[in-house]
């Protein structure tokens, strides 16, 4: 089973592949010639340098042809030019290309394809309820910060575009709280919807928690059929 991970060369990103590599499973990264990877990379993982926004649809489709699974990592990176610079919607055009691409081969089986989201982002499929306080706060998130939008609107592709019946294209919208950076896995738990507040009561979330979960997702079943179709929510178990 082989699996592309875009945004691989990200904080979280690594850490899926990493956690992809010790489950066996084969990993294909698109990165950046300048980007930074772990030497260890350059024997089990194969690379592809190239800009995720100059790729065309049928090269995408090349590259893809033979992957059971594609993960989308990416995010904006935290200065002034990443958050309102180009492009303004990376993760959003990103999912488009990706699923053009699938739907070009034409897959004898759907494609697992998960992408990494935020708590921020509200599940509209399930009407999740949240505090007027809190809904000002994301109106004005949604205003003034464009990534967040660039994550709303990449979600709402596959809930909406891609929907649950695809016969290409199987999702799951991974929501990950406050992200934290811990060196091993650890304890923690799946909600279907967030049990806390994202903006006034934010819980915590390891950065390799949620590639564990990715790559469970891919590797495991069970897991993806009882997550395809939604945005489950991870949380790190705390004492």
């Known amino acids: 089973m082989t699996t592309m991970v875009v945004g691989a060369s990200g904080a979280t990103g690594k850490l899926l592949v990493e956690q992809l590599l010790k489950k066996g499973q084969k990993v294909k990264v698109i990165?950046?010639?300048?980007?930074?990877?772990?030497?260890?990379?350059?024997n089990n993982v194969s690379m592809i340098n190239a800009s995720i926004t100059e790729i065309p649809v049928d090269e995408m489709a090349n590259y893809i042809k033979d992957c059971q699974a594609?993960?989308?990592?990416?995010?904006?990176?935290l200065t002034w030019k990443g958050i309102y610079g180009k492009p303004g919607k990376l993760v959003t055009d990103a999912i488009r290309l990706l699923c053009n691409a699938i739907e070009k081969n034409s897959p004898q089986k759907?494609?697992?394809?998960?992408?990494?989201?935020?708590t921020g982002n509200r599940n509209r499929d399930l009407n999740e309820s949240i505090s007027f306080g809190q809904r000002l706060v994301i109106g004005l998130l949604r205003i003034l910060l464009p990534p967040h939008r660039d994550n709303e609107k990449a979600a709402d592709f596959l809930r909406i575009k891609i929907g649950q019946k695809n016969p290409s294209i199987e999702w799951v919208v991974v929501r990950p709280d406050n992200l934290i950076d811990l060196d091993e896995v650890t304890e923690y738990e799946i909600h279907a919807s967030p049990v806390r507040s994202a903006i006034f009561n934010p819980g915590k979330t390891s950065r390799i928690n949620v590639g564990n979960f990715m790559a469970r997702l891919i590797m495991e079943n069970d897991t993806w059929n009882q997550w395809k179709a939604q945005m489950p929510v991870i949380y790190n178990i705390t004492d």
């Open 31 to 42: 990165v950046r010639w300048s980007a930074k990877i772990p030497e260890a990379w350059n």
């Open 70 to 77: 594609v993960v989308s990592c990416l995010g904006h990176n």
């Open 110 to 118: 759907p494609v697992k394809l998960v992408l990494m989201n935020t």
